[in-house]
């Protein structure tokens, strides 16, 4: 049939209809909803908040519709070293996502303008085309884009710039601003087919980025030059930090050195081999950083460099797929969670293919804070969110190894982890990721 007739969708009906079943599940899953209906609560039992190797506890972020995934995994890979440092009791140690997201706006902001000026056509149709101004300045961003900031501006505790209003939802923000810096692009842009020379068209910029920044400051609060930070140690001590500036703070008190810190992934496709080294032109947005550098290697690689790394006090930042075979209520992460295949028809994908058309992607950071390892095998995975601690088990997935086979891309290790092998695929010059 090349069309769907209307005697097809009798014929359909029929086919349902002739399973009694079916309308016990349709009524079901009306009335409950389809998770609901389709839990398996078995696999639930399988996957106890019970963990052999776990990192000391922290207070949960909560980060609401700010979409700054990626900034709370970077400080939750750091602040304990932080808290360490200062002799600071980590549950009353936090750092200010707020400053990072100011400066990563204006960044991206600056990154658009200079997209422009480097440009080698004038024309806003090709310009649009390139989608150069698809997305200017979404809050998106991963563990290059956390470091850069941090050793461009340095930190500060979240008490100094705590978050504001419109900081915890992104949505309106970033359409104001997307539509602020795409018009002066396209000013940018007009000048630049009047031939106006370079160093004039970088004079306009910069007031483009002072009126940005006069935009962001308002929204998000002005980042502090020097501050004042008061605390109480361990010890019982009060302790008063007094004029140090972001840079200092973050020079003083990260001792971690944060650029060795690379990017391992598991991304399959097609005929892809482990050991490749890759880079993806897509994934940084802040001028002047380099591209995403990866190792693709096995996902029992991504494993094995991630439990050395526990096992040394350091969390694991995750790239990751969540929006399906997950549940909040019991923050479990497992692929048989629901068993969508026999009720509903569903028919799954594997890692490959769902990522070539689109169906997984990474599109959240997380951070692995713990593992339950039996006969010297991972079986489920305590790990970190950043939406406070009200869902799941205080905050944290329970993640099922099944679940990091097919769903988890990328951790962020130390190179110093890394076999001597894996060490020198790393060094190879890298290879442009088409996708």
């Keep these: 049939m090349k069309e769907i007739e209307l ?8 086919i349902y ?20 209906v389709c839990i398996n609560k078995k696999i639930i039992d399988e996957n106890p908040p019970i963990f052999n190797l776990e990192l000391k506890e922290t207070k949960r972020y909560n980060q609401k519709d700010s979409l700054r995934c990626w900034a709370f995994s970077g400080i939750n890979v750091i602040k304990r070293n932080m808290a360490d440092n200062l002799n600071m009791d980590i549950m009353q140690f936090e750092l200010s996502d707020n400053f990072i997201a100011f400066f990563h706006r204006l960044e991206k902001a600056n990154t658009t303008y200079e997209k422009i000026l480097k440009s080698k056509t004038t024309d806003l149709d090709k310009i649009a085309k ?3 101004l698809k997305n200017p300045v979404e809050e998106v961003g991963n563990w290059k884009t956390f470091t850069g900031i941090v050793k461009k501006y340095g930190l500060v505790p979240r008490t100094v710039m705590p978050i504001t209003a419109e900081g915890e939802n992104a949505t309106k923000v970033t359409n104001l601003f997307s539509e602020t810096v795409r018009s002066n692009a396209i000013t940018l842009l007009k000048l630049k087919s009047q031939n106006k020379k370079v160093e004039e068209l970088r004079k306009i910029k910069f007031k483009m980025l002072a009126d940005n920044y006069e935009f962001l400051s308002k ?8 501050f004042n930070y008061n605390y109480t140690d361990k010890n019982g001590n009060n302790v008063s930090l007094k004029n140090i500036t972001p840079n200092q703070f973050a020079e003083r008190f990260l001792s971690i050195d944060i650029d060795n810190f690379i990017f391992i992934s598991n991304v399959p496709k097609n005929n892809r081999k482990y050991g490749e080294k890759l880079k993806n032109p897509a994934s940084i947005n802040i001028n002047k950083m380099k591209y995403v550098e990866f190792l693709h290697v096995s996902s029992k690689e991504l494993k094995d460099l991630s439990i050395k790394q526990l096992k040394d006090h350091i969390p694991v930042m995750v790239g990751i797929y969540i929006r399906k075979f997950a549940d909040k209520k019991s923050g479990v992460l497992d692929t048989r969670l629901y068993d969508y295949e026999n009720l509903i028809k569903y028919k799954s994908l594997n890692k490959e293919d769902g990522r070539l058309v689109g169906d997984i992607e990474l599109h959240h950071w997380m ?11 991972p079986r489920r995975w305590k790990v970190e969110d950043s939406y406070g601690d009200k869902e799941k088990i205080n905050g944290y997935y329970i993640m099922n190894d099944n679940y990091f086979d097919k769903y988890v891309f990328t951790v962020i290790i130390n190179k110093k982890y890394l076999s001597k092998k894996q060490l020198e695929l790393y060094n190879q010059k890298g290879i442009i990721e088409e996708s």
């Design 17 to 36: 209809n002739s399973n009694v079943k079916n309308k016990n599940i349709e009524n079901k899953i009306k009335q409950y909803g389809l998770d609901k």
């Design 130 to 132: 390139k989608n150069i």
């Design 367 to 377: 951070t692995i804070t713990g593992v339950q390892i039996e006969k010297e095998i």
């Design 7 to 14: 005697s097809n969708i009798e014929s359909f009906s029929k």
């Design 219 to 226: 929204v998000y609060g002005e980042p502090v030059k020097t």
